[in-house]
């Protein structure tokens, strides 16, 4: 089955950490630019990072730029987000796709909650 699972999610304080992933099956990632995406409630889903096919080339959005970043191990078939200093503003499901912008095509998966909160 062709999919990509994200994974990393959670509950963690304001200043914290967390590493999600996005792992591909059934077909191979680096052939591939992926994109971070995410949606807070009651807001338009948004992108926040993508990385393009050949590792060579990264963008991040302003409000995450300095703080999130993003990486490829397509020898493991996955998709990094590493998020450092995380305010609550951050708290949002996260997505990966096979895109760096949002498209009718995409076939979104279930997503990875991050809450950031006292």
């Known amino acids: 089955q062709v999919q990509l699972v994200e994974s990393g999610g959670g509950l963690v304080q304001p200043g914290g950490s967390l590493r999600l992933s996005c792992a591909a099956s059934?077909?191979?990632?680096?052939?591939?630019?992926v994109g971070w995406f995410r949606q807070a409630p009651g807001k338009a889903r948004e992108g926040v990072a993508c990385i393009n096919s050949r590792n060579t080339n990264t963008y991040h959005a302003n409000s995450v730029k300095g703080r999130f970043t993003i990486s490829r191990d397509n020898a493991n078939n996955t998709v990094y987000l590493q998020m450092n200093d995380l305010k609550p503003e951050d708290t949002a499901v996260y997505y990966c796709?096979?895109?760096?912008?949002?498209?009718?095509?995409?076939?979104w998966g279930q997503g990875t909650q991050v809450i950031v909160s006292t």
């Open positions: 796709a096979t895109s760096c912008v949002i498209v009718r095509s995409i076939s």
């Open positions: 059934g077909f191979t990632l680096d052939n591939y630019a």
